[in-house]
């Protein structure tokens, strides 16, 4: 399986129930999927936090279970939201071309039982971030932000 992996520093700046919400105002984006919402998505820190994220590419299809062992393989851990939001808010080029970058490390359920993920997609000039299903097949078009799992 090919694995391919980009590196980015990020500051991660919790705030507490307003987290994801300032997240979102500083990522800049078009369009913004009402559920990703502090509410939804409760921020799993407290004090700003830096991290190494890794945007992960596997080629094929992958089912959930399966991108989370080959990145335990790896020794790292899906981000989860925020993680995410603050990746794509210092990076505003993020993500580049047609691709998606997912974090798998939170999610939510809808009303209809549904289990979504948070993603960030760019169409041309455009970019948004959204929910995806998160028990699902994904492609070689999305990109994984995670995190090194040793402390």
């Not at 393989?73 to 691709?99: F, G, I, K, V």
Request: proline share 5%; charged share 25%; glycine share 6%.
């Amino acid at each position: 399986m090919t694995y391919v992996s980009k590196s980015y520093s990020v500051v991660v700046p919790y705030r507490g129930h307003l987290t994801i919400q300032c997240l979102v105002a500083a990522g800049d984006y078009d369009w913004v999927d009402r559920h990703v919402t502090d509410e939804h998505f409760p921020p799993c820190g407290g004090m700003p936090a830096e991290f190494a994220i890794e945007l992960v590419e596997f080629d094929g299809f992958l089912s959930k279970g399966d991108v989370h062992r080959q990145l335990i393989q790896r020794t790292l851990r899906p981000a989860n939201t925020a993680e995410l939001l603050a990746l794509c808010a210092m990076r505003p080029e993020l993500p580049t071309d047609s691709l998606t970058i997912v974090g798998l490390g939170q999610s939510w359920r809808d009303a209809s039982r549904r289990l979504h993920v948070v993603s960030v997609t760019r169409l041309g000039r455009r970019r948004a971030a959204g929910l995806a299903w998160a028990d699902r097949e994904w492609n070689s078009k999305i990109q994984f932000a995670a995190i090194n799992a040793k402390p």
